[in-house]
């Protein structure tokens, strides 16, 4: 379990940074982005993502490494949420820039490979499922 508590927190620690670049005036020109990625989005800046990087990406990814730390199963389960979460947002992403970049495609390996080791733990650890009403 500690490769994942190490993994969601690098996760987290990306997704604040890009919530940054995406939130501060200027940061996502300094990063090399420009709105003009924007041009088929339902929005003009990077706000919206800025705001889902920092709500949805870092705190999940933050919240299931806390939970994975202190032990609790069910920080896998949300552990694999998130990488769900973050694939998903990937393809959004190239569906509405209409373009595919590098760094999307590492991050989409790095989803997979997150919900792939969330997974796995579950598996292997035979971690019940959160709120059930399965009674042991």
């Not at 940061?27 to 982005?33: E, K, L, N, T, Y």
């Not at 041009?39 to 705190?59: Q, R």
């Amino acid at each position: 379990m500690k490769r994942l508590v190490i993994f969601d927190l690098t996760m987290a620690i990306l997704g604040a940074i890009g919530a940054g670049a995406a939130l501060i005036s200027g940061g996502a020109a300094s990063m090399g982005v420009s709105t003009d990625m924007l041009v088929h989005a339902p929005f003009k800046t990077f706000l919206v993502p800025g705001i889902f990087l920092l709500v949805v990406i870092f705190g999940g990814n933050l919240i299931s490494g806390i939970l994975l730390g202190k032990g609790l199963g069910i920080g896998a389960y949300l552990s694999a949420f998130m990488g769900f979460i973050t694939g998903v947002w990937i393809i959004i992403q190239w569906l509405l820039m209409a373009a595919i970049f590098p760094i999307q495609i590492i991050f989409m390996i790095i989803s997979l490979i997150q919900l792939t080791l969330a997974l796995w733990l579950i598996r292997k650890y035979k971690l019940p499922v959160p709120f059930s009403a399965y009674q042991h």
